[in-house]
């Protein structure tokens, strides 16, 4: 299987003195394509720290991400954000829906952004999947949170990216939602062949998952 | 008390943007308060001044009066000073030449010691002191003090002339460049007067000011004065009120006061609305805040408190800054503008210092006032903010579904965070618009100013104009007056012939004034005079198009009922003139008079003449040649300065004639306007400016409360060069909608103002065009500031990285 994902001693410093946290301590991970991987640690172990960097979304203070061979950090501002957006798709704890425009356009919102036609076919696809077909019109305001997060997958996925990071994507659901909407992200990156990368502190969630990589103080241990 | 100040410090402090948006705010506030009051302020006191300057210091002057009446006026309280001035005879001579002796309190009266440009005032029988023309008039090229002159004078029309030699002891300085020169005097010593008349001949004409405590008025003062008189055996005949400094000295200003009154409250309105709203953005953001103020056991008192305290330290900071940037701002455009009317009128005493310390106290407490009154709503709202609030700026809790597009980019995007926060972008467009408003209104009227239009209403035709200088009620020399100067005929045939041999004269036209007076109850003239302009069918016409007729009339009704039209509308009523009022008058031109019965058909706006008839009922008065009020004299433009300097030669020995130019008229109307610009455009920057605030808080508070949703447009793959382009296309909307909103109140509020303004004949205000340049340039400034600020706005935020904004 190709490798899609790879990191070499990661670091991420915050502070100086002595409000100096290392939040990632020289991570090396490597993660192949269509891997479902799971990441678990405590509160405050660098796991989200981790993940950020893993989508661009924040600078390591040390170490490369190589993304199918391409140093992510290399890459200028803005290129970084156009690879970004077609390469990986992020799922957030809280959501993160834009307010002002409703389900469907947050949905093909990244397409847009990218400047590429909507594959209306594809989009719908997932919008069936993902049982949210009657809510298109709905401002994200409007709807229940396991709703809301069933939209940030849809967003997620229409883009066709490679990798998919969630963070915590079940954290501000209750039991039931949560199973459903990780059964749908998983049924999805399956149906998909996206590789999916998620933080969780479920361990239920970390069993179905092929791989969990576990973080303590900012350290892979196993 | 003390924690709630550390409280509102503490909050300041952390709002530093908002902050600091609001004590520009303060500071723009106070400076146009400042501004504003310290130009109503000066102005008052110059007038003040100048009123002084231009008609003497004196409330009164009781003509030809005795010592023992002298005696009796100094036992009065009323009087605070009281100077003489008399005859000391009449010179030989073909001009009006006459000595007189004034002693020091009437000189200072009547600006003579600030008018001596040489020497000393006279106190030797053998001293004189007089203006150039009058010793050139004696045949003395380029008087020196210390030359000597021989007059022969007389002391009344029984005496003999008796030959005088004096020495020029100063020199005054001429009271004005044109030829006008009304009467040549020559001041001489007490002692001189003594030497030429017996004691018990001895008549006074005696300047008084009145004390401080007599309370007078416009209305009232003649009458008072007259009393007063008649208290110390002065007949009512013998007195003569210096109305214009009265009315000056004694007018509050009202006028003044009440404009800037006006834009004062309309100030306090605008940056009261300004700081409202940047208060109320940043507090709707904080309210969480104030919750948790509100658990930890504040109540709503201690919690209007703490606002109040943000409020105020802030006003603390901004108002003295502002104050002391309006006294500076204030002081050198009221300096620069004084510097430009002396140009103008070199009589003008610049008043420089416009500040007056009560002045600024007040604009203090309306510049506290102001901010008080923006904080009350922030204050409630506080004040009401309950502990587990959680309120969202944004947010669009009223509408639940949206239609939406199927392709979603930037633009869609833009359009969707506008339309979801319609009242935010329609408040941010209103204020900014409004702010534009006056902008357009003003340059409604400022861009309107015609210089050569207002040029041409003095100098109607050709290149110079040369014109009676009369007064119509001057007591004391009488031989000003209209009726006395049209017996004189200065700009009769003989003048005409001699100005037609001017080399380069290309045209000559004349029009006739006449003398009116009204008919007392025996059927003779009384002494009241009024002016009456003779129109022909051209120039009748060109008034009658102008803004400001009242009555309808043409030439040909008014010259078939040999009607008569009244000359200024706006003063009609005022002097009780009314249409179809019949005028029973005498009409003088000086060579002959004739009876005139007429009925008023109207009024012009503004001729420059009480009255007008036509022609054709001038012709059926059969009135003997003459009446000569007005000659225009034509040429090329390069050869105004010849023929200008051989008409001042023709007229170097007429009285009461006066020259203009039309270039000169051009350049003090030119002069005038660019004044009135800068006053204009001083008030609406700063206005624009405080508008702009505005508009930069929304903007900075709208994007850092939507810092998160960028941070997630990121993360989804927005570019930054596509947030950029975002928030300039916001920007953009922003621009067009402020744009639209200010021309589509200030348009037409400015052509109303422009066809009032011409209706009262403001300045050159004549013919209406869109000042499209202004407004051009309005629009630039506004792009340009508003690309600026979403450009430092979308790069302070891009400094964070996406991550962070988003956890926000």
Same mark, same amino acid.
């Given at each position: 299987?190709?490798?899609?994902?790879?990191?070499?001693?990661?670091?991420?410093?915050?502070?100086?003195?002595?409000?100096?946290?290392?939040?990632?301590?020289?991570?090396?991970?490597?993660?192949?394509?269509?891997?479902?991987?799971?990441?678990?640690?405590?509160?405050?172990?660098?796991?989200?720290?981790?993940?950020?960097?893993?989508?661009?979304?924040?600078?390591?203070?040390?170490?490369?991400?190589?993304?199918?061979?391409?140093?992510?950090?290399?890459?200028?501002?803005?290129?970084?954000?156009?690879?970004?957006?077609?390469?990986?798709?992020?799922?957030?704890?809280?959501?993160?829906?834009?307010?002002?425009?409703?389900?469907?356009?947050?949905?093909?919102?990244?397409?847009?952004?990218?400047?590429?036609?909507?594959?209306?076919?594809?989009?719908?696809?997932?919008?069936?999947?993902?049982?949210?077909?009657?809510?298109?019109?709905?401002?994200?305001?409007?709807?229940?949170?396991?709703?809301?997060?069933?939209?940030?997958?849809?967003?997620?996925?229409?883009?066709?990216?490679?990798?998919?990071?969630?963070?915590?994507?079940?954290?501000?659901?209750?039991?039931?939602?949560?199973?459903?909407?990780?059964?749908?992200?998983?049924?999805?990156?399956?149906?998909?062949?996206?590789?999916?990368?998620?933080?969780?502190?479920?361990?239920?969630?970390?069993?179905?998952?092929?791989?969990?990589?576990?973080?303590?103080?900012?350290?892979?241990?196993? | 008390?003390?924690?709630?100040?550390?409280?509102?410090?503490?909050?300041?402090?952390?709002?530093?943007?908002?902050?600091?948006?609001?004590?520009?705010?303060?500071?723009?506030?106070?400076?146009?308060?400042?501004?504003?009051?310290?130009?109503?302020?000066?102005?008052?006191?110059?007038?003040?001044?100048?009123?002084?300057?231009?008609?003497?210091?004196?409330?009164?002057?009781?003509?030809?009066?005795?010592?023992?009446?002298?005696?009796?006026?100094?036992?009065?309280?009323?009087?605070?000073?009281?100077?003489?001035?008399?005859?000391?005879?009449?010179?030989?001579?073909?001009?009006?030449?006459?000595?007189?002796?004034?002693?020091?309190?009437?000189?200072? &009266?009547?600006?003579?010691?600030?008018?001596?440009?040489?020497?000393?005032?006279?106190?030797?029988?053998?001293?004189?002191?007089?203006?150039?023309?009058?010793?050139?008039?004696?045949?003395?090229?380029?008087?020196?003090?210390?030359?000597?002159?021989?007059?022969?004078?007389?002391?009344?029309?029984?005496?003999?002339?008796?030959?005088?030699?004096? /020495?020029?002891?100063?020199?005054?300085?001429?009271?004005?460049?044109?030829?006008?020169?009304?009467?040549?005097?020559?001041?001489?010593?007490?002692?001189?007067?003594?030497?030429?008349?017996?004691?018990?001949?001895?008549?006074?004409?005696?300047?008084?000011?009145?004390?401080?405590?007599?309370?007078?008025?416009?209305?009232?003062?003649?009458?008072?004065?007259?009393?007063?008189? /008649?208290?110390?055996?002065?007949?009512?005949?013998?007195?003569?009120?210096?109305?214009?400094?009265?009315?000056?000295?004694?007018?509050?200003?009202?006028?003044?006061?009440?404009?800037?009154?006006?834009?004062?409250?309309?100030?306090?309105?605008?940056?009261?609305?300004?700081?409202?709203?940047?208060?109320?953005?940043?507090?709707?953001?904080?309210?969480?805040?104030?919750? /948790?103020?509100?658990?930890?056991?504040?109540?709503?008192?201690?919690?209007?408190?703490?606002?109040?305290?943000?409020?105020?330290?802030?006003?603390?900071?901004?108002?003295?800054?502002?104050?002391?940037?309006?006294?500076?701002?204030?002081?050198?455009?009221?300096?620069?503008?004084?510097?430009?009317?002396? &140009?103008?009128?070199?009589?003008?005493?610049?008043?420089?210092?416009?500040?007056?310390?009560?002045?600024?106290?007040?604009?203090?407490?309306?510049?506290?006032?102001?901010?008080?009154?923006?904080?009350?709503? +922030?204050?409630?709202?506080?004040?009401?903010?309950?502990?587990?609030?959680?309120?969202?700026?944004?947010?669009?809790?009223?509408?639940?579904?949206?239609?939406?597009?199927?392709?979603?980019?930037?633009?869609?995007?833009?359009?969707?965070?506008?339309?979801?926060?319609?009242?935010?972008?329609?408040?941010?467009?209103?204020?900014?618009?409004?702010?534009?408003?006056?902008?357009?209104?003003?340059?409604?009227?400022?861009?309107?100013?015609?210089?050569?239009?207002?040029?041409?209403?003095?100098?109607?035709?050709?290149?110079?104009?040369?014109?009676?200088?009369?007064?119509?009620?001057?007591?004391?020399? +009488?031989?000003?007056?209209?009726?006395?100067?049209?017996?004189?005929?200065?700009?009769?045939?003989?003048?005409?012939?001699?100005?037609?041999?001017?080399?380069?004269?290309?045209?000559? *036209?004349?029009?006739?004034?006449?003398? &009116?007076?009204?008919?007392?109850?025996?059927?003779?003239?009384?002494?009241?005079?009024?002016?009456?302009?003779?129109?022909?069918?051209?120039?009748?016409?060109?008034?009658?198009?102008?803004?400001?007729?009242?009555?309808?009339?043409?030439?040909?009704?008014?010259?078939?009922?040999?009607?008569?039209?009244?000359?200024?509308?706006?003063?009609?009523?005022?002097?009780?003139?009314?249409?179809?009022?019949?005028?029973?008058?005498?009409?003088?031109?000086?060579?002959?008079?004739?009876?005139?019965?007429?009925?008023?058909?109207?009024?012009?706006?503004?001729?420059?003449?009480?009255?007008?008839?036509?022609?054709?009922?001038?012709?059926?008065?059969?009135?003997?040649?003459?009446?000569?009020?007005?000659?225009?004299?034509?040429?090329?433009?390069?050869?105004?300065?010849?023929?200008?300097?051989?008409?001042?030669?023709?007229?170097?020995?007429?009285?009461?004639?006066?020259?203009?130019?039309?270039?000169?008229?051009?350049?003090?109307?030119?002069?005038?306007?660019?004044?009135?610009?800068?006053?204009?455009?001083?008030?609406?920057?700063?206005?624009?400016?405080?508008?702009?605030?505005?508009?930069?808080?929304?903007?900075?508070?709208?994007?850092?409360?939507?810092? *998160?949703?960028?941070?997630?447009?990121?993360?989804?793959?927005?570019?930054?060069?596509?947030?950029?382009?975002?928030?300039?296309?916001?920007?953009?909307?922003?621009?067009?909608?402020?744009?639209?909103?200010?021309?589509?109140?200030?348009?037409?509020?400015?052509?109303?103002?422009?066809?009032?303004?011409?209706?009262?004949?403001?300045?050159?205000?004549?013919?209406?065009?869109?000042?499209? &340049?202004?407004?051009?340039?309005?629009?630039?400034?506004?792009?340009?500031?508003?690309?600026?600020?979403?450009?430092?706005?979308?790069?302070?935020?891009?400094?964070?990285?996406?991550?962070?904004?988003?956890?926000?």
């Amino acid at each position: 299987m190709d490798t899609i994902l790879k990191t070499e001693h990661l670091c991420k410093i915050y502070g100086t003195g002595n409000n100096l946290v290392n939040a990632v301590q020289d991570v090396n991970l490597s993660i192949e394509q269509g891997e479902f991987v799971t990441i678990v640690g405590k509160s405050g172990s660098g796991k989200s720290t981790l993940l950020h960097m893993l989508g661009g979304l924040d600078h390591p203070t040390s170490g490369s991400i190589f993304i199918r061979d391409q140093n992510l950090f290399q890459m200028k501002e803005e290129e970084r954000a156009v690879f970004r957006r077609r390469k990986i798709g992020f799922v957030f704890q809280a959501f993160n829906l834009i307010s002002s425009i409703n389900v469907w356009e947050n949905i093909v919102l990244p397409i847009g952004l990218d400047g590429r036609q909507v594959d209306e076919v594809f989009v719908e696809d997932i919008i069936k999947t993902l049982g949210i077909e009657n809510k298109l019109h709905n401002l994200p305001n409007t709807l229940s949170g396991g709703q809301q997060q069933r939209v940030a997958i849809a967003r997620a996925i229409a883009s066709k990216p490679d990798i998919i990071l969630a963070d915590e994507p079940t954290g501000n659901l209750d039991s039931k939602t949560s199973d459903e909407v990780v059964g749908l992200l998983k049924m999805s990156v399956q149906k998909y062949g996206q590789t999916l990368i998620m933080i969780t502190h479920d361990e239920d969630i970390a069993q179905i998952a092929d791989r969990t990589i576990v973080i303590e103080d900012g350290k892979v241990v196993r | 008390m003390k924690t709630l100040t550390a409280v509102a410090i503490q909050n300041n402090k952390k709002n530093k943007t908002r902050s600091i948006l609001i004590i520009i705010a303060i500071v723009l506030t106070t400076i146009l308060l400042t501004i504003i009051a310290n130009y109503c302020y000066g102005i008052i006191k110059n007038n003040r001044e100048h009123a002084g300057d231009y008609y003497g210091v004196y409330h009164g002057m009781y003509r030809s009066i005795s010592q023992e009446q002298i005696e009796q006026m100094e036992l009065r309280s009323e009087f605070s000073k009281i100077g003489r001035m008399a005859y000391a005879g009449e010179i030989e001579s073909e001009r009006n030449m006459a000595l007189y002796w004034v002693d020091t309190v009437t000189m200072q &009266m009547m600006n003579m010691e600030n008018l001596l440009e040489k020497g000393t005032m006279p106190e030797k029988t053998d001293e004189i002191i007089a203006n150039r023309s009058f010793f050139e008039q004696l045949g003395i090229e380029n008087p020196q003090v210390g030359d000597e002159v021989t007059l022969y004078s007389r002391i009344d029309n029984k005496s003999k002339f008796s030959k005088n030699k004096f /020495k020029i002891s100063g020199i005054i300085q001429e009271q004005n460049t044109q030829l006008e020169q009304k009467s040549y005097i020559g001041y001489v010593s007490q002692k001189f007067y003594n030497d030429q008349t017996e004691e018990d001949t001895r008549y006074y004409n005696v300047y008084f000011q009145l004390n401080d405590a007599v309370k007078i008025n416009y209305d009232n003062a003649e009458q008072f004065i007259q009393e007063l008189g /008649k208290k110390c055996g002065i007949d009512e005949k013998q007195t003569i009120i210096n109305s214009y400094y009265i009315m000056w000295s004694t007018d509050p200003g009202i006028e003044t006061i009440v404009g800037g009154s006006i834009l004062i409250l309309g100030v306090v309105v605008f940056s009261s609305v300004v700081i409202y709203n940047i208060f109320q953005v940043g507090i709707v953001q904080k309210i969480q805040e104030y919750g /948790k103020i509100k658990a930890l056991g504040a109540t709503k008192k201690q919690l209007k408190k703490i606002v109040q305290t943000e409020g105020i330290i802030l006003a603390f900071i901004g108002v003295p800054i502002g104050l002391l940037l309006g006294c500076i701002i204030g002081n050198l455009t009221f300096a620069w503008i004084m510097e430009q009317a002396k &140009m103008v009128d070199s009589k003008l005493e610049g008043t420089t210092n416009i500040v007056s310390i009560p002045i600024l106290f007040i604009v203090i407490i309306i510049a506290f006032i102001t901010v008080r009154l923006a904080l009350e709503k +922030p204050m409630r709202m506080v004040a009401k903010a309950s502990p587990v609030e959680a309120i969202r700026f944004e947010g669009n809790k009223n509408q639940s579904v949206r239609k939406g597009h199927r392709h979603v980019s930037v633009k869609e995007m833009t359009m969707a965070n506008i339309s979801a926060n319609k009242k935010r972008t329609v408040g941010t467009i209103l204020t900014m618009g409004l702010s534009c408003v006056l902008f357009v209104v003003i340059a409604n009227f400022v861009g309107n100013m015609d210089a050569e239009y207002s040029a041409r209403q003095n100098i109607e035709y050709g290149q110079i104009m040369i014109d009676l200088d009369y007064s119509l009620s001057d007591e004391a020399y +009488p031989e000003n007056n209209l009726d006395s100067i049209l017996k004189e005929d200065p700009l009769g045939e003989d003048t005409i012939q001699q100005i037609e041999t001017i080399d380069g004269v290309t045209d000559i *036209r004349v029009r006739k004034q006449l003398a &009116m007076k009204t008919m007392n109850e025996e059927g003779k003239p009384s002494d009241e005079i009024f002016s009456v302009m003779v129109l022909n069918r051209e120039d009748f016409e060109k008034y009658r198009k102008d803004s400001g007729i009242v009555g309808d009339f043409t030439y040909d009704t008014v010259a078939e009922e040999n009607g008569i039209i009244y000359g200024y509308s706006y003063f009609m009523e005022d002097h009780d003139y009314f249409i179809g009022q019949n005028l029973d008058m005498r009409l003088e031109n000086g060579a002959s008079s004739c009876d005139y019965n007429g009925t008023i058909q109207g009024a012009f706006g503004n001729v420059g003449s009480e009255w007008v008839i036509t022609e054709e009922t001038y012709k059926q008065l059969g009135l003997k040649e003459g009446g000569n009020g007005q000659i225009w004299v034509d040429c090329k433009e390069e050869d105004v300065e010849s023929v200008k300097e051989q008409l001042e030669d023709i007229l170097l020995v007429k009285d009461h004639v006066e020259i203009n130019t039309y270039a000169d008229e051009l350049q003090a109307s030119q002069l005038s306007m660019k004044m009135m610009r800068l006053m204009c455009y001083v008030l609406v920057m700063i206005v624009g400016l405080i508008g702009f605030i505005n508009m930069a808080n929304t903007m900075i508070i709208s994007i850092i409360t939507r810092r *998160r949703e960028f941070g997630m447009l990121q993360a989804i793959g927005m570019t930054n060069s596509q947030l950029n382009q975002m928030l300039q296309t916001e920007g953009f909307l922003f621009t067009i909608g402020t744009v639209f909103v200010s021309m589509l109140i200030g348009v037409p509020i400015g052509y109303g103002l422009f066809q009032y303004g011409k209706e009262h004949s403001w300045m050159g205000l004549y013919q209406y065009h869109l000042p499209w &340049m202004e407004i051009i340039g309005m629009v630039i400034v506004i792009g340009i500031l508003q690309t600026i600020l979403s450009f430092i706005l979308s790069r302070n935020i891009r400094k964070e990285s996406v991550i962070s904004r988003i956890q926000y």
